[in-house]
Structures are given as C-alpha cells and as structure tokens.
C-alpha cells in the first residue's frame, strides 16, 4: 500500500429521478438525496486511494462525517471531491466535499480501512452463514 497524504479523487453524477430524497425515502422532494451525496463522496474517495493499493486490495468506508447544506434539482450535475489528509496505518482519512453547477453543497470528512479483499469477503459470509 502506498497511499499519501495529498492524494485526490472525484466522481460525478446527474441528479435524476432516481437519486432524489423523494425516490431514496430521504425526504419528500425531488432534490439529490443525502444518501445519494454521501455515495459520491464515498466513491470520490475510493478514486483518490485507488492507486496506492496493491494487488488484491481494497477499501471499506468505517466513518462519515458530513453536511448537506444546498438543494440540488434534477437534471443538474453534482461533483464530489475528496483528498487523503492521513493515513495511519492501514486508516485512511478524507477531506471530501461535493459540488453542483451554482457551488459547493456539502462536506465534510471520511474513513476508510485497506483491506485484503478475499480475506474480507471470507469474514462476510462466516458471518451470514450463522
């Protein structure tokens, strides 16, 4: 593993019918959903720790910290970025941030944890199977 701190990430969608908080049971408007901005902020920083893995790894998010604070209506684009601001160990910790056309709309911080990916699944399904 060789994820730094400085390492950036961003991902991008469209706020549609489908990610609104009317259709995620968020909320009863059709506006981009929290869940919905907390999933792109995730996958943002997914992207910016992505290179730094080795062979067989991945990342699981243990910790989000954040604020919605703007409406998006549908049919505007919403950006997330996220930048590596420590890594101890195998923690690695975000500043994420997400934006639509007029401005920033949220943020805030994210953990995620570098795990084996064979060994992780394994520990899922011992633990579904009981």
Wanted: charged share 20%; glycine share 12%; net charge negative.
């Amino acid at each position: 593993m060789s994820i730094s701190v400085g390492a950036r990430g961003c991902a991008e969608t469209t706020v549609t019918e489908q990610n609104t908080a009317l259709a995620m049971g968020s909320g009863l408007l059709p506006v981009f959903a929290t869940p919905a901005m907390a999933a792109l902020l995730e996958a943002a920083a997914v992207n910016a720790c992505q290179a730094g893995l080795e062979e067989g790894q991945g990342t699981v998010g243990t910790h989000l910290d954040i604020s919605h604070d703007a409406a998006t209506p549908v049919g505007m684009t919403v950006r997330a970025e996220a930048e590596v601001t420590a890594v101890d160990g195998r923690a690695v910790t975000f500043a994420v941030r997400a934006f639509d056309e007029a401005g920033q709309i949220g943020g805030g911080t994210h953990q995620r944890f570098v795990i084996d990916n064979d060994r992780f699944l394994s520990k899922a399904q011992k633990r579904g199977a009981k």
